[in-house]
């Protein structure tokens, strides 16, 4: 921790420059008073005695309560008025000056100040005397004595005053000593009254010397009674302060001003210069070093007191002191070793059985006071209700993170940042722009399954690391729950936060090693800004979730939001409720394309292909309505609605000696349901279609996971005599060596790579290899989206069997194939058990 040492102050030997010019006043004032009025023999007894009283007067501090105010009295006027009365000029000056010089020496305070008060005293004593020898000669104790006497006396305190401002306006500046003239006001009642009382003793001993004695016995009842009250009142004003401190600390506790409340209530409980408060560091809590000090309006981060001793109180949870009036626990010279430091309390803080920190104080104010034993209960009380609303505070803190953090990789959470984005987007900056990133873990959940979720939480909390690395200088990063991972930050445009976010998922892609485990992880990333796509948080999480969804679409892409994303999302939000009553009223239909040998084109078989004519949305494409289905809990019946339909035509069609195989399309998540192979079963028997003539079609990306939990059911289908196919392979992470575990029978080359076979070097290259491995392994090749007589060429060349595409038809209804197959089937084909083969290719 960086510790700031307090502000420079002028050391207090710049006192000298004042005491200095005082001492000449009082020596040329002494010299002048002696030339003229030199002292009897008769002012040394009267002198002797009035200055034991003066310095018994000085060493007495009365403090008293007016309406709530404290105000601190000594009676060295009241001695002060005898002094002026019975003795000459000089000997006024020498006994003031010898008062000052033994009272301050017996409170062992530095020679700089002693000096300067022994001078303060010897110059005001000599102005005083000086104004007195100005007036009329005192004769008796009558009213013109006592307005002399009043002028004198309050000569002598308001010049003690200005030395006073003078000498803290050097040291401290002149705005302090402005202040100590401004506050003066109430504190000048005291000396009135003081020389008032002063008069009334005056014309008691005038009127009979023997009546001091009466005198002396009403001063010992006097400070027997204030003896009393001022116990009275020091236990009535800490019971008071500790309420108002427990009060301000339970008050500041919820606001995270605990630690100002606290030392500065501490500081001016206790008295002292410097309030300290030490707390080692915890958990994610850093150390704590403040200190207050009674000049200063604000914190320090640093404490004048060693930090042995702190680590001593924190080890033996005993509490330390030193000072005069404190015995050995802590070694003096160690605490003395800074200047500073005269006498300190350290308590021990703590929760439970535990030390948690520190509390100190640090020198008494007044020179006259210091710590005593008495203090040291008083400061543990304060340290016990202060170590209880620390740990309140920090236990507050804690659940206040916990709400706004994720508890697995220490990230703000979606509502922390969900409120930091709604903060960002208030402020309008030219030529800049609030981003919004959204990474999406992608198969996250082939790694719990197949390792384990202890594996999951490895790579979240990686991605959590690489993220908060890489992100830029000013940026928050959130995890928004389960696998995705949020990133706000301003930017110059829609531009540049798709190029950080491209930069950004390239840099989580590198490998990842667990142990002896290597994976490679990546990410989609959905992109939104404020203002273009939204003005408040919310509307941009919501969009920036549809760029994520679209870009997962496309393993490892980046998107950035555009309206088509979400006007496509409503749209299959009410599409729900449609298919639903779709289904119950039989508003789909299932189209039928043809699949035809391309050596002899021949026809094999039939896709078959649901297709929905909505009456308000008119064609609603499957790629829209079968996630529709997925995440409503139709899929089901959606499934079998085509299986139904497909087996039904095929068995018609053998009844016209025509039989022709059928491909029905499944999801990858009805092969995780171990019921659908006997629903399979139980449809083939209902409508008498051999098993054979029955293809069952799965993407590439739904049976090559990485995973088995689907390799049973397929293994099922197969013993039933299910032909099994391998859809729109090449679009996946797999390879065809993945292939040999499967039981399947069929691999359908995607159509983006047979398209552009006749154009592109590189998906010849990757269609080639496809059939030649396929082959090897035994398996039919099918070439999806066949629509050039060139590509129709070319997939000859290299041995593909069967294709399907524009070039021989697109997906026909039951009614039009029926017109197809007399357009275009030969008629001599269709005897004698073969397959109809086409008459021409149109």
């Not at 195989?661 to 409508?687: C, K, M, W």
Request: aromatic share 6%.
């Amino acid at each position: 921790m960086t510790r700031r040492q307090p502000p420079a102050r002028r050391p207090t030997d710049s006192a000298w420059l004042i005491t200095g010019p005082l001492a000449l006043i009082t020596v040329a004032c002494c010299a002048v008073l002696l030339a003229f009025r030199p002292p009897g023999p008769d002012d040394v007894l009267p002198g002797a005695l009035l200055l034991v009283a003066m310095v018994a007067a000085g060493t007495q501090v009365l403090h008293f309560v007016v309406r709530r105010q404290a105000f601190s009295v000594t009676l060295t006027e009241i001695p002060l008025v005898l002094v002026f009365y019975y003795l000459e000029p000089a000997s006024v000056i020498l006994v003031v000056t010898l008062a000052a010089g033994i009272g301050h020496l017996r409170r062992r305070i530095n020679a700089a100040k002693t000096w300067f008060n022994v001078a303060k005293a010897g110059a005001a004593g000599s102005l005083a005397s000086l104004v007195l020898l100005a007036m009329p000669p005192i004769d008796g104790v009558g009213p013109v004595t006592w307005g002399a006497l009043f002028v004198a006396v309050g000569t002598y305190t308001l010049f003690a005053l200005a030395a006073v401002s003078g000498v803290i306006s050097l040291i401290q500046g002149w705005q302090a000593g402005w202040d100590m003239v401004r506050t003066a006001a109430p504190t000048l009642l005291a000396p009135a009254v003081n020389v008032a009382i002063g008069i009334v003793v005056l014309i008691v001993l005038d009127s009979n010397a023997w009546a001091s004695l009466l005198l002396a016995a009403v001063a010992v009842a006097v400070t027997l009674v204030y003896r009393s009250y001022s116990r009275f009142f020091r236990q009535h004003r800490t019971l008071s302060d500790l309420y108002d401190l427990t009060r301000a600390m339970t008050q500041s506790g919820q606001d995270g001003t605990l630690v100002d409340a606290l030392l500065g209530r501490v500081r001016g409980l206790m008295q002292a210069e410097f309030a300290t408060l030490w707390l080692p560091p915890q958990g994610r809590h850093p150390e704590v070093l403040l200190t207050a000090r009674v000049d200063d309006p604000g914190l320090l981060d640093f404490a004048p007191a060693p930090m042995e001793i702190r680590e001593r109180v924190r080890q033996t949870g005993e509490t330390a002191t030193a000072g005069r009036r404190f015995g050995t626990e802590v070694d003096q010279r160690t605490v003395v070793g800074d200047n500073r430091v005269k006498e300190l309390i350290v308590v021990p803080l703590r929760s439970g059985q535990a030390v948690i920190g520190t509390l100190e104080v640090v020198n008494r104010l007044s020179d006259t006071n210091h710590f005593t034993s008495a203090d040291i209960p008083v400061f543990e009380t304060v340290a016990a209700h202060a170590a209880v609303a620390l740990e309140n505070s920090r236990l507050v803190d804690r659940l206040r993170h916990d709400a706004y953090h994720d508890a697995l990789t220490k990230l703000p959470n979606r509502r922390r940042i969900t409120a930091a984005l709604a903060e960002a987007v208030k402020i309008r900056a030219p030529g800049e722009v609030v981003a919004l990133l959204l990474f999406d873990v992608d198969r996250l959940r082939r790694v719990n399954e197949s390792l384990g979720h202890a594996a999951g939480d490895k790579i979240l909390v990686e991605v959590a690391d690489r993220l908060r690395a890489f992100a830029p200088a000013g940026a928050l990063v959130g995890r928004a729950g389960g696998d995705e991972f949020l990133l706000t930050l301003r930017l110059e445009s829609a531009e540049a936060a798709l190029g950080l976010a491209e930069q950004i998922r390239e840099q989580i892609r590198d490998e990842m090693v667990f142990d002896a485990l290597t994976l490679d992880v990546d990410t989609a990333v959905g992109v939104a800004v404020h203002p273009e796509h939204g003005t408040d948080a919310a509307t941009l999480l919501q969009r920036v979730d549809l760029a994520a969804t679209a870009a997962k679409s496309v393993p490892g892409s980046v998107q950035l939001f555009n309206p088509a994303l979400e006007s496509r999302s409503l749209r299959r939000l009410g599409l729900a409720g449609d298919l639903r009553r779709a289904l119950d009223e039989g508003g789909l239909d299932v189209y039928f394309q043809p699949k035809v040998t391309l050596r002899d084109r021949r026809l094999v078989g039939v896709e078959c292909l649901a297709r929905w004519e909505h009456p308000t949305h008119g064609t609603v494409a499957p790629d829209d309505f079968v996630p529709v289905a997925e995440h409503t809990g139709q899929l089901g019946r959606l499934t079998e609605f085509v299986l139904r339909e497909g087996l039904r035509r095929s068995r018609n069609w053998g009844h016209v000696d025509q039989a022709l195989a059928v491909a029905v399309n499944i999801s990858a998540r009805t092969l995780t349901d171990q019921h659908f192979p006997a629903r399979v079963r139980g449809l083939l028997d209902e409508y008498g279609v051999p098993p054979q003539r029955l293809t069952l079609e799965i993407k590439e990306s739904g049976v090559l996971d990485g995973t088995d939990r689907r390799i049973p059911t397929l293994r099922r289908l197969r013993d039933l005599g299910v032909r099994l196919s391998v859809d729109d392979f090449g679009t996946g992470d797999s390879s065809l060596a993945h292939l040999r575990r499967l039981p399947v029978h069929e691999v359908k080359v995607d159509r983006s790579f047979v398209q552009g076979m006749a154009t592109d070097p590189g998906d010849l290259a990757i269609v080639n290899a496809v059939v030649t491995l396929s082959q090897q392994f035994g398996l039919t090749v099918v070439a999806e989206g066949v629509e050039s007589e060139l590509t129709l060429e070319l997939l000859q060349d290299i041995g593909c069997e069967i294709g399907q595409g524009f070039l021989f038809s697109r997906p026909l209804p039951y009614e039009r194939l029926e017109a197809w197959f007399g357009a275009q089937v030969d008629p001599e084909t269709l005897s004698g058990g073969e397959l109809p083969r086409l008459r021409a290719v149109p």
